[in-house]
């Protein structure tokens, strides 16, 4: 990545500072230096080249942590919630994700589980709409659990295949509305055995270490089972990954990269490496 | 915390001998580590520790009988000041209309915060209306007028032929001046700061409402991209004020750090909950607090 014939003071400085400013966070960037040291102290490491490798091979490593199972539509209907804080893209990610459902052959219905936030409801029925896609939801101020109820028991009697259940955003700091979110899962799961069958956990790339944070309550008390990254299209290289994945465990799904409904791709490990390390 | 991290570097020290520089350095890792934990960027780390490290060699550090203290203290003030020492209050103008635009990458906040911020002015006694310049987010229009309904403060939303947010924009400038609103808020949509057609419309929407305030709505839990941000919507449309979201949460805010660093505007207000009156005015002193954890 740079005119550097050895591995010296400022070239380990420019390794944090890449990791560092990727938000890779300065625990996890202590740990690649270590393991670049480690590599110079006894294996002999003396090539920039090779040290590049070495540490795209250790964050690689590192991720694969994910395994590689994808968010499959196999159950019926299989029900996906979609949690995370406030903005993040939750909504939106619905609307792609049902366009890629659907244009695969599955028939989708959308809940509006937020019925707290205004013209939330509108903002979902018109993604609906653009994609002819049907949506369940209430009036605003209902019950977010009666939302996610009547959506399972349409779609049921519909024989959707995928039923994508939006929910609020909320703080993972906030109690009550992570008490909320534990309430409208187990009301899914009341009316169809083993649902939700994914919640997935929405985070944004320009979020720095509080990403962690995130997971960590919602992972403890809502059951997540899989990531969405959005907003990649920005400057960010949602480092927070490397940490997340390893300490959890668990597939990134999809990273979301627009404002649109095509806007979705699949997580690749090796771009999303390659990227951050430009 | 970092303040228990410095007195366990510097602390063991205590009538056990001289401290010297290695000690100072020692605990100038344990800061740095902290501020980066806190999302605070890696150039701006750099000088704020080179900053205080040089006030830690002083006297009042080196011959201290609680150095941990000192260091703490010394960074808790530094930290403090950068912030911007006193609190900065909307600048309203005394009799003729108050422009302010609102601006920010998407999700941050803005839509919320234009309704918190015409809420919090009409409590102060002025005539408010709030003008809906996003006409790209599904339902944006529509979640900007429900919010004034809520608050019943008037929400203009030109829909002109073509979607073009700056025709939007100076309809909404004559009508408040028609009207004799005393503030006029424009809502616009999020926008990526490498987007360049948004951010030169943007331009376009600021050169036609010539406002007084602009204020960069940022979320509190941004990364490092916090200094990218900033500069950039800084360097396109000369800021005037930043407005913090979320910080209810556990972000530690650090970001706040990076963007007054690099565009030395005022923190104007922080948004603390998703109700209208979560709305409080920047506090410096517990913002460092905060940030050091
Ligand atoms: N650039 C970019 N913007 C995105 C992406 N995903 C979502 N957005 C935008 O982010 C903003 C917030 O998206 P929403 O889908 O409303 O987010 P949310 O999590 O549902 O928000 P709340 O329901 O209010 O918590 C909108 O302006 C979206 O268009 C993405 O991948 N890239
Ligand atoms: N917890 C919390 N949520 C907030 C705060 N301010 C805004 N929100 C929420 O954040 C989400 C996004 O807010 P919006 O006002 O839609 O953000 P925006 O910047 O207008 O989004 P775009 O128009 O899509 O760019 C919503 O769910 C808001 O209720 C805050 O201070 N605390
Ligand atoms: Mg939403
Ligand atoms: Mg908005």
């Known amino acids: 990545a740079s005119g550097h014939d050895r591995i010296d003071e400022a070239l380990l400085e420019e390794v944090e500072e890449i990791l560092i400013t990727s938000d890779v966070g300065a625990a996890a960037t202590t740990r690649f230096l270590k393991t670049v040291d480690n590599e110079v102290r006894y294996n002999r ?78 903002q979902l029925t018109l993604w609906g709409q653009r994609l002819g896609v049907e949506v369940v939801r209430q009036q605003e101020g209902a019950d977010a659990s009666a939302v996610a109820y009547d959506a399972c028991q349409a779609a049921m009697a519909r024989g959707v295949d995928l039923l994508l259940v939006d929910t609020a955003g909320r703080l993972h700091t906030n ?41 960590k309550t919602f992972v403890d008390s809502a059951g997540v089972t899989g990531f969405v990254l959005t907003k990649m299209d920005s400057t960010a290289r949602g480092g927070v990954l490397v940490n ?23 997580f690749d490990p090796e771009g999303y490496v390659a990227a951050l390390f430009g | 915390a970092l303040s228990d991290k410095l007195e366990g570097v510097l602390g063991r020290l205590k009538g056990r001998g001289v401290l010297t520089e290695q000690h100072i350095s020692d605990a100038m890792k344990e800061v740095r580590f902290a501020l980066l934990e806190a999302d605070v960027h890696f150039s701006v780390v750099k000088s704020f520790v080179a900053d205080v490290r ?36 909307l600048n309203l103008s005394p009799d003729d209309l108050t422009v302010v635009l609102m601006v920010g990458l998407q999700g941050s906040g803005k839509t919320t915060t234009t309704a ?52 939007a924009a100076k309809e909404g400038l004559a009508h408040a001046n028609a009207q004799r609103y005393d503030v006029v808020l424009f809502d616009t949509a999020g926008r990526l700061h490498v987007d360049g057609d948004l951010m030169d419309q943007l331009v376009q929407v600021r050169d036609a409402v010539q406002p007084r305030e602009t204020l960069l709505v940022a979320d509190a839990m941004t990364g490092q991209e916090a200094v990218n941000i900033a500069t950039s919507f800084h360097a396109a449309l000369g800021l005037s004020g930043i407005v913090l979201s979320k910080l209810e949460g556990d972000a530690r805010g650090g970001a706040v750090l990076s963007m007054r660093q690099v565009t030395g505007c005022p923190v104007k207000f922080v948004g603390v909950g998703e109700k209208i009156g979560a709305l409080e005015t920047f506090h410096p002193e517990r913002m460092a607090g905060r940030i050091l954890g």
């Open chain 1, 45 to 122: 490491l003396t090539d920039p080249a090779r040290m590049w490798e070495i540490l795209r091979d250790d964050m690689l490593r590192s991720l694969a942590r994910c395994g590689d199972r994808k968010l499959t539509v196999s159950a019926s209907p299989t029900v996906v919630m979609v949690v995370g804080v406030n903005g993040v893209g939750k909504t939106t990610t619905i609307g792609k994700l049902a366009a890629r459902y659907k244009a695969e052959g599955h028939k989708v219905m959308l809940a509006a589980g937020d019925t707290f936030r205004a013209a939330a409801g509108e």
């Open chain 1, 175 to 215: 109690v009550n509305l992570m008490a909320e979110l534990e309430k409208v899962r187990r009301v899914i799961g009341k009316v169809i055995p083993g649902a939700p069958h994914e919640v997935v956990l929405v985070l944004d790339a320009n979020t720095g270490q509080n990403a962690l944070s995130q997971a």
């Open chain 1, 244 to 266: 997340l994945v390893e300490t959890y465990q668990r597939p990134v799904y999809f990273i979301g990269l627009g404002e649109q409904a095509e806007d979705l791709t699949p």
């Open chain 2, 54 to 89: 040089e006030k830690c060699l002083g006297q009042d550090v080196l011959g201290s009988m609680t150095p941990g203290q000192q260091v703490a203290g010394i960074v808790q003030r530094e930290l403090a000041r950068l912030m911007g020492g006193t609190q900065s209050p």
């Open chain 2, 116 to 167: 918190k911020l015409a809420n919090r002015l009409k409590t102060q006694g002025r005539r408010v209306l709030m003008v809906a310049c996003d006409l790209q987010r599904p339902a944006a229009v529509e979640q900007l007028k429900t919010l004034g309904r809520s608050i019943d403060v008037p929400v203009l939303d030109p829909q002109p032929a073509g979607g073009d947010p700056v025709a």
